[in-house]
């Protein structure tokens, strides 16, 4: 191989590298949030502050939605035994749409002792984007149900979201925003990410047409010299 064609191939391969780092920008961005919970309990109110999770693994045309509890919230004047209490709670999606996802755990695996925190097993669910674009997911009510009663814990503090993901809905239909709950559907709106995305694609078109322009020449150069 030549000099010359060595540089170009070299020139080539890092630019490429390049836009592939562009490419590989990351798409969520994930915090653990305190959630001050207010709970509604058949012996009165009770309060607890615990930290939230939330992670989304793409399946399919849509989300498993995880909400993980660092933290026990509530407690009962009694003990409950094991499989006596099942949790569910709602994650409140924001952004490119508004929605709420039901997710819900196990029964609690063993005994859980009076006057002590409930230890709330890990909630799942599926969210399925209508819309594609930048979504929030943000921790919403809490339910336990323990032996024939219902807790309702509502997050107090206003919490910020667990998580920001860009999501794609099923036949990758574009976000839209309606302003004042009504209609009048706006263009989607392009972050910097996006530009930066496109601006990558952008040079890696020009720096191949380039490239395959110089080795078109060379070889040209070579056959005119023979």
């Known amino acids: 191989m030549s000099d010359r064609k060595r540089s170009t191939a070299l020139a080539l391969a890092s630019a490429l590298a390049g836009t592939a ?23 009165g109110p009770k309060s607890a502050v615990s930290p939230i999770d939330i992670k989304a693994v793409k399946e399919g045309n849509g989300y498993k ?36 996802v039901p997710v819900s755990g196990a029964p609690n695996s063993e005994a859980l002792p009076a006057n002590t925190p409930i230890k709330i097993s890990d909630l799942s669910g599926t969210y399925t984007p209508k819309k594609s674009g930048k979504v929030t997911l943000t921790a919403g009510v ?3 149900k323990a032996m ?39 263009l989607p709106q392009t972050g910097p990410e996006d530009s930066a995305i496109a601006l990558g694609t952008l040079g890696a078109t020009v720096l191949l047409s380039g490239a395959a322009g110089v080795l078109w020449l060379t070889r040209r150069g070579q056959r005119a010299r023979s």
């Open 21 to 43: 780092v562009l490419l590989a920008a990351p798409t969520a961005q994930a915090a653990v949030i305190d959630v001050n919970y207010n709970c509604e309990t058949p012996i």
């Open 148 to 186: 024939g009663t219902t807790t309702t814990c509502t997050p107090g503090n206003s919490p910020g979201p667990s998580l920001e993901l860009d999501v794609t809905a099923p036949g990758g239909e574009a976000a839209s925003t309606t302003g004042g709950g009504s209609g009048g559907a706006t």
């Open 65 to 100: 939605l995880t909400m993980s509890f660092q933290k026990g919230v509530s407690s009962s004047p009694v003990e409950l035994g094991k499989g006596a209490m099942s949790p569910s709670a709602v994650i409140l999606v924001g952004g490119a749409e508004k929605v709420s």
């Open 142 to 144: 809490l339910t336990i």
